[in-house]
C-alpha cells in the first residue's frame, strides 16, 4: 500500500456550483483538459435539463445516464488527485445538490459577469457558507459585456453575505478584455481570445509600477488596473489561507472558460489552497481522516440504468482510514456487514474497480437495496454521520395505486426510490394515503415513469393543496397542548418515512395560525432538528 498520509495529503475533493448556464460544465472540461484527463473539448455533457423537456421520457432517462457518467470525475494534476462532485443546477435537483455537498471537502462557485449573483447560486451558497466549506469564487465569460469588477464583488458580497478578496483582477472586459493581472502569482495574462494559446504565455511582472506593464497593455489601461488594484487593496482584505479555510474569506478569479482563460491560474490557485480531505462530524464524535480505520458515508443513489437488473450504484465518500475491496465492513444502520467484491473508482471518461481508495475519495459500492442516503459504513465501530437533512418539499400530491395486482410492485418501488432520494414519502395519520412531496414538478414524472420501467407499477396522481411540510416537535408528548394539536389538526398530520410527525400546513396563514396556538410544539422546516 502506498503511503497512507501522502495519498491523503493529495487528495482534493470539491464541487462546483452554479445558477444554470453560468459556465460550470464549460468550466468542468476545462479543469480535466488540464488534468489531460480528456483529450478535446465537447467531452464533457451537461446534465443539464433543458427547458421544455419536462415530458420527454428519452429526455429523462438520457439525463440519467449522463449523470451516472458525470457524477464524480476524477483526474490527477500536478500529482495532485482531483475529485470533482458534479452538483445539478436545476432547482427541481437542489436536495440531490444539497446531498452531494455534504461530500464536498470545498466548492468552486460560478458566477456569470453579466448575469451576477443569480438565484440557485445564492440557495446552494448559503448552504455551503452554513456548513463553513472553503469557496473559491470564479467570475466567468469575461470576453462578454458584463459588470464592472468592484461593483460585481460588492454584489457578492451583499447578496451570498461573504467576504471576498480577490486574487486576479480583470483589464477590461468584453470587447476591450485585454486579460488579467494575476494577484496570486504576480504576473499578467493576456487575453487573446484562442483557447489554445500557450498557457506558459504569462509574463511576470512583480512590480506594478515597471513601466513593462504599459507596454504590455497600453499607457491607459496599465494606469488603470493600478488605480483600481490600489483601490481594491484598500477595500479588501489581505488573502489570508486560515480564513479562507475555516470558509470566513472567499477569494476570487476572473476568466472565461470558453476560452481556457484564467483557468490554469484558478486551477493553480485550487491545488495549493483547497483542503485535504476534513475532518467530520459524527453523533458520537469527529472523525479525523488520518485515523487508520476506515469509515464512509452514502450521499447520492443511482439506480442502474438498466431495467432488468434492479440494481443500484451507492456512492460513498470515504472520511477515515482505507476502503479495500473485498474487506467485510458494517452497515451500521442494519448492522450486518457487508463485503464489496467490485467497487468503481470514477475517472473523467470511466470507472473502474479498485483495490484500495483514500480518504477524500468516493467509491460506488452495486447494491441491491441495502443502503438508503446517508447510511455509514465502518470496520465495526457503531458510528452515526450527521444525517443528510430533508427539506420540506415545493409540491405534493397524492399517489394512487393504478393497476390492483401490482401493489407489492409499486410499494417496493416507492420505497426503494425515497432511498434514493428521489422525492419525500408522507403518509397520512388518518387514513394512511400516501402523499408524495418534491422539490421540482419534474420528478412526479421521472417517479411515474420509473415506476412503470423499472417496477412494473402504474401510478397516478391526484391534487392535493399543501403549502409546507414541517416536522414537529413536542416539549411534551403526554401535554392537553399536544393531544389537542393532534386531535384537532389530525387531517394534516402525516408519518415520514422515518416515522416522524409532519405537520402539512395548507397556507402560509394556518402555519401561522397554529403556530401561535400551539406554542409549547416546535415546527422544523427540516427533518433534522
Ligand atoms: P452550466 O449550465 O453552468 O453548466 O453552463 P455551460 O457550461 O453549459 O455554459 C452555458 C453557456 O455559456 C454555453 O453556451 C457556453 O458555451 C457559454 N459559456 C461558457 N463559458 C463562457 C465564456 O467564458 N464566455 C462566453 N462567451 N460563453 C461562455
Known amino acids: 500500500m502506498k503511503s497512507f498520509q501522502k495519498e491523503l495529503n493529495r487528495r482534493r475533493t470539491f464541487g462546483i456550483i452554479s445558477h444554470p448556464d453560468a459556465g460550470k460544465t464549460t468550466l468542468t472540461e476545462k479543469l480535466l483538459l488540464f488534468g489531460g484527463a480528456i483529450q478535446e473539448a465537447g467531452a464533457v455533457k451537461s446534465n443539464k435539463i433543458k427547458k421544455g423537456a419536462t415530458s420527454d421520457f428519452m429526455e429523462i432517462e438520457r439525463q440519467r445516464g449522463i449523470s451516472v457518467a458525470t457524477s464524480v470525475l476524477g483526474f490527477e494534476y500536478k500529482d495532485i488527485k482531483i475529485n470533482i462532485l458534479d452538483t445539478p443546477g436545476h432547482k427541481d435537483f437542489a436536495e440531490d445538490t444539497f446531498r452531494t455537498l455534504t461530500a464536498v471537502d470545498s466548492v468552486i462557485v460560478v458566477i456569470d459577469v453579466a448575469k451576477g449573483v443569480e438565484e440557485q447560486t445564492e440557495k446552494l451558497v448559503e448552504v455551503c457558507r452554513m456548513r463553513n466549506i472553503p469557496m473559491i469564487v470564479f467570475i466567468n465569460k469575461m470576453d462578454r459585456e458584463g459588470k464592472d469588477a468592484f461593483e460585481l464583488l460588492d454584489e457578492i458580497e451583499q447578496k451570498l453575505n461573504l467576504t471576498v478578496t480577490p486574487l486576479s483582477y480583470p483589464i477590461g472586459m468584453g470587447y476591450d478584455f485585454k486579460g488579467i493581472y494575476n494577484i496570486w502569482e504576480k504576473n499578467v495574462n493576456l487575453f487573446t481570445g484562442d483557447p489554445r494559446k500557450d498557457i506558459e504565455d504569462t509574463i511576470e511582472i512583480s512590480d506594478l509600477t515597471s513601466s513593462e506593464l504599459d507596454d504590455l497593455i497600453g499607457d491607459e489601461a496599465a494606469n488603470e488596473l493600478r488605480e483600481e488594484l490600489e483601490l481594491a487593496q484598500g477595500v479588501y482584505p489581505e488573502f489570508d489561507k486560515d480564513a479562507y479555510l475555516r470558509g470566513q474569506l472567499q477569494p476570487v478569479f476572473f476568466g472565461s472558460a470558453l476560452n481556457n482563460f484564467g483557468v490554469r491560474e484558478l486551477l493553480d490557485c485550487f491545488i495549493s489552497i483547497a483542503p485535504t480531505p476534513r475532518p467530520k462530524e459524527s453523533e458520537e464524535r469527529i472523525v479525523k481522516p488520518e485515523e487508520d480505520k476506515f469509515t464512509g458515508f452514502v450521499f447520492k443513489i443511482h439506480a442502474n440504468m438498466d431495467p432488468r437488473h434492479r440494481d443500484r450504484l451507492a456512492f460513498v465518500k470515504i472520511v477515515s482510514g482505507t476502503f479495500e475491496r473485498n474487506k467485510p465492513y458494517l452497515h451500521v444502520r442494519n448492522d450486518k456487514k457487508l463485503k464489496f467484491a467490485s467497487p ?73 426510490l425515497m432511498d434514493e432520494g428521489v422525492a419525500q414519502l408522507f403518509t397520512l395519520e388518518l387514513n394512511g394515503r400516501k402523499i408524495i412531496g418534491t422539490v421540482g414538478a419534474l420528478q412526479f414524472e421521472v417517479i411515474q415513469y420509473r415506476l412503470e420501467h423499472e417496477y412494473g407499477a402504474k401510478c397516478t396522481y391526484e391534487n392535493l393543496n399543501v403549502h409546507k411540510a414541517t416536522w414537529i416537535e413536542a416539549e411534551d408528548e403526554k401535554s392537553e397542548e399536544f393531544k389537542d394539536f393532534k386531535r384537532l389538526k389530525s387531517k394534516f398530520l402525516a408519518k415520514d418515512k422515518k416515522g416522524q410527525l409532519v405537520f402539512l400546513a395548507d397556507s402560509q396563514f394556518s402555519l401561522q395560525m397554529t403556530r401561535d396556538k400551539y406554542p409549547s410544539i416546535k415546527f422544523h422546516f427540516t427533518s433534522e432538528f
Open 344 to 416: 468503481n473508482a470514477f475517472f473523467a471518461e470511466k470507472k473502474e474497480i479498485v483495490d484500495v481508495s483514500y480518504p477524500g475519495d468516493i467509491v460506488g459500492l452495486h447494491d441491491t437495496g441495502n443502503f438508503k442516503i446517508g447510511d455509514t459504513l465502518t470496520e465495526g465501530e457503531a458510528l452515526n454521520y450527521r444525517g443528510i437533512p430533508s427539506f420540506s418539499p415545493e409540491h405534493f400530491r397524492y399517489i394512487n395505486n393504478a393497476d390492483p395486482m401490482k401493489s407489492k410492485q409499486l410499494a417496493k418501488g416507492i420505497d426503494q
